[in-house]
T-cell receptor
Framework: RKEVEQDPGPFNVPEGATVAFNCTYS??????FFWYRQDCRKEPKLLMS?????NEDGRFTAQLNRASQYISLLIRDSKLSDSATYLC??????????????WGAGTKLIIKP | NAGVTQTPKFRVLKTGQSMTLLCAQD?????MYWYRQDPGMGLRLIHY???????AKGEVPDGYNVSRLKKQNFLLGLESAAPSQTSVYFC?????????????FGPGTRLTVL
């Protein structure tokens, strides 16, 4: 089983629709969770961190479910510019491994006009 | 403020050749990382550094060496390149080792080993 699993997609979604991705992780010791965005042939960039209580940033909402070990990303009113690959990222654990990140392979999103 | 830069952007090597990838950051970050990204897989950590003069192995260190002689630079070396090392290499840096320290990435180096 992969440490971080994501549906690779692609998700083909019409502009203006709402789309949601889930990601599962295997290490119960993980303490920090992120969504990064990666455009084609570019570097990953932080989209948002995911906090225990859930958090929202504009059209984006992230949720964490520790009991089931998954995190989710919801994008409302999707824009053409949201087309990208979304990477689920989890820290390796506590102590010395705190800052080491485990990366999912990503979910590809294509927004169509 | 350039952030994280990587040189070269592209390189083609023959099996057995050696090369060094250079990463530089101007954000005064303590932590630096080298990753590789292969199709269908998440980024995998090769080596990392928690400060000048220190390095440590990540998930896939075999066939690579690193050095962090200056705080702002992190070098990744391939002593004898193999086709399995064909990949996109990303360097990243972060200010600290806390759980929510954002990692900032360079633009990547696309390496092909023939």
């Amino acid at each position: 089983r992969k440490e971080v699993e994501q549906d690779p997609g692609p998700f083909n979604v019409p502009e203006g629709a709402t789309v949601a991705f889930n990601c599962t992780y295997s290490n119960s010791a993980s303490q920090s969770f992120f969504w990064y965005r990666q455009d084609c042939r570019k570097e990953p960039k932080l989209l948002m961190s995911v906090y225990s209580s859930g958090n929202e940033d504009g059209r984006f909402t992230a949720q964490l479910n520790r009991a089931s070990q998954y995190i989710s990303l919801l994008i409302r009113d999707s824009k053409l510019s949201d087309s990208a690959t979304y990477l689920c990222v989890v820290n390796k654990g506590s102590g010395d491994s705190n800052y080491q990140l485990i990366w999912g392979a990503g979910t590809k999103l294509i927004i169509k006009p | 403020n350039a952030g994280v830069t990587q040189t070269p952007k592209f390189r083609v090597l023959k099996t057995g050749q050696s090369m060094t990838l250079l990463c530089a950051q101007d954000m005064n970050h303590e932590y630096m990382y080298w990753y590789r990204q292969d199709p269908g897989m998440g980024l995998r950590l090769i080596h990392y550094s928690v400060g000048e003069g220190t390095t440590a192995k990540g998930e896939v260190p075999d066939g690579y060496n690193v050095s962090r002689l200056k705080k702002q630079n992190f070098l990744l070396g391939l002593e004898s390149a193999a086709p399995s090392q064909t990949s996109v290499y990303f360097c990243a840096s972060s200010s600290g080792g806390g759980p929510y320290n954002e990692q900032f990435f360079g633009p990547g180096t696309r390496l092909t080993v023939l």
